[in-house]
């Protein structure tokens, strides 16, 4: 069974950092792409960061440039999402996805998809 799963989530104050973990079974990510997603209540859902397939090549959303940080361990088939300087707009279901080589933040490029993992950023 293809199953992508996201770890890592929780209660965080503000400035706080979390680190979201993604791991693959059934299928190695070698070849795929990887997205971080996020969907708040009320709002669409947003790409946050991808990484390549190589891991040579990483994209960040507007509003998570120079917090967060995407990674991957192709050995480990697993993908990191390090999360620094949490804001309380930072709420919100987080999902991994796996999909296109070259990555993404446009979620129709990406084949399979985690459950997701809540991240609440409050005090």
């Known amino acids: 069974q293809l199953q992508l799963v996201e770890s890592g989530g929780g209660l965080v104050q503000p400035g706080g950092s979390l680190r979201l973990s993604c791991a693959a079974s059934?299928?190695?990510?070698?070849?795929?792409?990887i997205g971080w997603f996020r969907q708040a209540p009320g709002k669409e859902r947003e790409g946050v960061s991808c990484?390549?397939?190589?891991?040579?090549?990483?994209v960040y959303a507007d509003s998570v440039k120079g917090r967060f940080t995407i990674s991957r361990d192709n050995a480990k088939n697993m993908v990191f999402l390090q999360m620094n300087s949490l804001k309380p707009d930072d709420t919100a279901v987080y999902y991994c996805?796996?999909?296109?080589?070259?990555?993404?933040?446009?979620?129709?490029?990406?084949?399979?998809w985690g459950q997701g993992t809540q991240v609440t950023v409050s005090s």
């Open positions: 996805a796996a999909g296109s080589p070259l990555g993404s933040l446009r979620g129709e490029y990406y084949e399979y």
């Open positions: 059934g299928f190695t990510l070698d070849y795929y792409g």
């Open positions: 990484i390549s397939s190589s891991g040579g090549s990483t």
